[in-house]
C-alpha cells in the first residue's frame, strides 16, 4: 500500500464536512480540523468554518502526506500495513501518540519521536504486519482510557472501534 492508497482509505473513513458538537476537534472536513487548517493557512488562529467548508481534497491530500506521513517520520516505513495504521492512528489520535505506541510495541523508550532508535528497532522486526497488530491493540486500550474518562466520547466508539476492525482488512 502506498501512501496514495493510504490517503485514499483515510479519506474514506474521513468523508466530507462534519460538525459534531460533541467532536472535541470542532468542525472537520475530510477529517481536518479546524486547528490544523487554520495552521496549514499561516493563521494564528483556527480556520473559520467557511475555510473548512472550502477545504478541497487536494489540499486535505497534501496536509495528511505533509504532517502525517512526512514530517513525523512514516514515510520511512516500507510496510504498507503499518504504515497504515500508523498514519490513521495519527489522524484519530496525534502523531506523537501514534509513534508512542510503535515504540511501546517494539519495546523501545516511547518519547514519540520516530528517531533513530525506533528506526533501528523497525529495521530489525521481522514482523511488521504483527507489529502493525500491536498497534492496533494498543490504540484500542487507548480507547478505552478515553471513554474511562470522559463518558461524553461513547458517543464517538462505535465509529473508532469500527475504524480500527476495518483496518485489520488491510493487515
Not at 491530500?61 to 498514519?87: C, E, H, M, N, Q
Not at 492512528?89 to 508512542?100: E, I, P, Y
Not at 482510557?145 to 476492525?165: C, K
Request: charge should be neutral.
Amino acid at each position: 500500500m502506498n501512501d496514495d492508497q493510504i490517503i485514499d482509505v483515510i479519506l474514506q473513513f474521513e468523508g466530507g464536512f462534519v460538525n459534531n458538537q460533541a467532536d472535541r476537534g470542532g468542525p472537520t472536513n475530510f477529517g481536518i480540523t479546524a486547528a490544523a487548517l487554520g495552521r496549514w493557512l499561516g493563521q494564528s488562529t483556527a480556520a473559520t468554518i467557511e475555510q473548512i467548508h472550502n477545504l478541497t481534497v487536494i489540499d486535505a491530500r497534501k496536509i495528511y502526506a505533509d504532517w502525517y506521513i512526512a514530517k513525523p517520520g512514516f514515510a520511512a516505513i516500507t510496510d504498507g500495513s503499518l504504515k497504515l495504521v500508523l498514519v490513521d492512528s495519527g489522524v484519530l489520535h496525534g502523531t506523537a501518540r501514534a509513534t508512542k505506541w510503535l515504540q511501546q510495541a517494539l519495546n523501545v523508550a516511547a518519547d514519540g519521536v520516530f528517531g533513530n532508535d525506533t528506526q533501528s528497532a523497525l529495521a530489525g522486526c521481522p514482523d511488521q504486519v504483527k507489529l502493525a497488530r500491536r498497534v492496533l491493540a494498543l490504540r484500542l486500550r487507548s480507547i478505552a482510557g478515553i471513554l474511562a474518562a470522559d463518558t461524553s466520547q461513547t458517543i464517538f466508539l462505535r465509529g473508532w472501534v469500527n475504524r480500527a476492525a476495518t483496518l485489520l482488512d488491510y493487515i
